[in-house]
Nanobody, 128 residues
Protein backbone atom coordinates (compact mmCIF):
# COMPACT_ATOMS: atom_id res chain seq x y z
CA UNK A 1 0.00 0.00 0.00
CA UNK A 2 1.46 3.31 -1.05
CA UNK A 3 0.22 6.89 -1.30
CA UNK A 4 2.20 9.47 -3.21
CA UNK A 5 1.40 13.18 -3.08
CA UNK A 6 2.46 15.64 -5.75
CA UNK A 7 1.65 19.13 -6.94
CA UNK A 8 3.02 21.23 -4.14
CA UNK A 9 5.16 24.29 -4.68
CA UNK A 10 5.56 28.01 -4.16
CA UNK A 11 2.63 30.23 -5.04
CA UNK A 12 1.71 33.83 -4.42
CA UNK A 13 -1.22 34.76 -2.19
CA UNK A 14 -4.45 34.39 -4.11
CA UNK A 15 -2.96 31.76 -6.37
CA UNK A 16 -3.97 28.15 -6.96
CA UNK A 17 -2.44 24.71 -6.76
CA UNK A 18 -3.81 21.24 -7.36
CA UNK A 19 -2.45 18.45 -5.20
CA UNK A 20 -2.68 14.83 -6.28
CA UNK A 21 -2.70 11.72 -4.14
CA UNK A 22 -2.00 8.60 -6.18
CA UNK A 23 -2.61 5.22 -4.59
CA UNK A 24 -1.01 1.90 -5.41
CA UNK A 25 -1.40 -1.51 -3.87
CA UNK A 26 -5.09 -1.02 -3.14
CA UNK A 27 -8.26 0.27 -4.79
CA UNK A 28 -9.45 3.63 -3.52
CA UNK A 29 -13.12 2.79 -4.15
CA UNK A 30 -13.52 1.35 -0.66
CA UNK A 31 -11.54 3.91 1.26
CA UNK A 32 -11.90 7.29 2.82
CA UNK A 33 -9.12 9.59 1.64
CA UNK A 34 -8.16 12.51 3.79
CA UNK A 35 -5.96 15.52 3.25
CA UNK A 36 -4.06 16.86 6.24
CA UNK A 37 -1.50 19.60 6.69
CA UNK A 38 1.18 20.44 9.18
CA UNK A 39 2.80 23.83 9.51
CA UNK A 40 6.12 24.30 11.35
CA UNK A 41 5.61 24.15 15.09
CA UNK A 42 1.95 23.19 14.77
CA UNK A 43 0.00 19.97 15.05
CA UNK A 44 -1.14 18.13 11.96
CA UNK A 45 -4.70 19.15 11.13
CA UNK A 46 -7.40 17.73 8.93
CA UNK A 47 -8.20 19.78 5.84
CA UNK A 48 -10.64 17.69 3.84
CA UNK A 49 -11.77 14.15 3.16
CA UNK A 50 -13.82 12.18 0.66
CA UNK A 51 -15.64 8.88 0.70
CA UNK A 52 -14.22 7.44 -2.51
CA UNK A 53 -17.22 5.15 -2.92
CA UNK A 54 -20.18 7.42 -2.25
CA UNK A 55 -18.45 10.73 -2.82
CA UNK A 56 -19.48 12.65 0.26
CA UNK A 57 -16.94 15.22 1.36
CA UNK A 58 -15.84 17.24 4.36
CA UNK A 59 -13.92 20.52 4.63
CA UNK A 60 -12.38 22.30 7.56
CA UNK A 61 -13.88 25.74 8.14
CA UNK A 62 -10.54 27.34 7.32
CA UNK A 63 -10.62 26.07 3.73
CA UNK A 64 -14.34 25.83 3.01
CA UNK A 65 -15.22 27.64 -0.21
CA UNK A 66 -11.58 27.73 -1.36
CA UNK A 67 -10.55 24.07 -1.55
CA UNK A 68 -12.26 21.27 -3.45
CA UNK A 69 -11.57 17.57 -3.04
CA UNK A 70 -12.37 15.15 -5.85
CA UNK A 71 -11.59 11.63 -6.95
CA UNK A 72 -10.87 9.78 -10.15
CA UNK A 73 -11.33 6.15 -9.25
CA UNK A 74 -10.21 5.04 -12.71
CA UNK A 75 -6.83 6.65 -12.01
CA UNK A 76 -6.90 5.64 -8.33
CA UNK A 77 -6.18 9.27 -7.51
CA UNK A 78 -7.69 11.92 -5.26
CA UNK A 79 -7.14 15.62 -5.89
CA UNK A 80 -7.22 18.73 -3.74
CA UNK A 81 -7.83 21.88 -5.75
CA UNK A 82 -6.71 24.85 -3.71
CA UNK A 83 -7.80 28.31 -4.79
CA UNK A 84 -7.46 31.66 -3.09
CA UNK A 85 -4.38 30.50 -1.23
CA UNK A 86 -3.29 32.44 1.83
CA UNK A 87 0.05 32.56 3.64
CA UNK A 88 -1.55 30.64 6.51
CA UNK A 89 -2.10 27.72 4.12
CA UNK A 90 1.65 27.17 4.06
CA UNK A 91 2.36 23.66 5.32
CA UNK A 92 3.33 20.17 4.33
CA UNK A 93 0.24 18.49 2.95
CA UNK A 94 -0.34 14.79 3.45
CA UNK A 95 -2.94 12.41 2.12
CA UNK A 96 -4.07 9.40 4.09
CA UNK A 97 -6.35 6.41 3.54
CA UNK A 98 -8.64 4.38 5.76
CA UNK A 99 -11.00 1.55 4.89
CA UNK A 100 -14.64 2.61 4.82
CA UNK A 101 -16.70 1.04 7.61
CA UNK A 102 -19.74 1.05 5.33
CA UNK A 103 -20.09 2.09 1.65
CA UNK A 104 -21.78 5.36 2.65
CA UNK A 105 -19.73 6.11 5.73
CA UNK A 106 -19.27 9.80 6.40
CA UNK A 107 -15.53 10.40 6.18
CA UNK A 108 -15.79 13.33 8.60
CA UNK A 109 -16.16 10.74 11.35
CA UNK A 110 -12.56 9.65 10.80
CA UNK A 111 -10.03 11.50 12.90
CA UNK A 112 -6.32 11.76 12.21
CA UNK A 113 -5.50 8.72 14.33
CA UNK A 114 -8.02 6.57 12.43
CA UNK A 115 -6.04 6.67 9.19
CA UNK A 116 -3.76 3.70 8.67
CA UNK A 117 -1.93 4.68 5.47
CA UNK A 118 -0.05 7.92 4.85
CA UNK A 119 1.90 9.53 2.06
CA UNK A 120 5.23 11.27 2.47
CA UNK A 121 3.84 14.78 2.07
CA UNK A 122 4.26 17.66 -0.35
CA UNK A 123 5.29 21.20 0.60
CA UNK A 124 2.97 24.10 -0.15
CA UNK A 125 4.37 27.58 0.39
CA UNK A 126 2.23 30.67 -0.08
CA UNK A 127 4.35 33.79 -0.15
CA UNK A 128 4.89 36.94 -2.15
Amino acid sequence: VQLVESGGGLVQPGGSLRLSCAASGFTMDYYAIGWFRQAPGKERERVSCINSNYGNTYYADSVKGRFTISRDNAKNTVYLQMNGLKPEDTAVYYCAAEVLRTPYYDCSNYQLTDYDYWGQGTQVTVSS
